[in-house]
């Protein structure tokens, strides 16, 4: 996992900080969770943003970006309220890929 990003939650846009989950004895998972303490997203560089849910397999946030190079999701690396929008990246080492997208004006999300 790359520890020089860091994505902003695809909810309200606070700053995700990295974790760490085991699987079992041998393997764990890496991914960001959102720094509110009641938000449960987290971004995973395979799966993008979700909301795990224990003994479940990871939901896929519909609509999410991925980068048309990579074939990976991309995160929210910036929000700009002034222009309502939010610019994704591809989480790729030494990709430079950016995407912006209009926020949707009736949630303020993505």
């Known amino acids: 996992m790359r520890m020089d990003i860091l994505p902003l939650c695809d909810q309200h846009y606070r700053t995700m900080e ?33 909301t795990p849910k224990r003994g479940d397999a990871p939901v ?3 609509n999410q ?16 309220r002034q222009r309502n929008h939010v610019t994704y990246a591809c989480p790729e080492s030494n990709s430079y890929v950016r995407t912006p997208v209009r926020c949707n004006s009736d949630s303020g999300q993505a």
């Open 18 to 50: 990295p974790a760490l989950a085991p699987y079992n004895a041998d393997y764990s998972i890496e991914f960001f969770r959102c720094t509110d303490k009641f938000c449960h997203r987290c971004f995973g560089e395979r799966v993008g943003y979700t």
């Open 60 to 62: 896929l946030t519909p």
């Open 65 to 80: 970006p991925t980068c048309d190079r990579h074939g990976r999701p991309m995160f929210i690396i910036s929000l700009d």
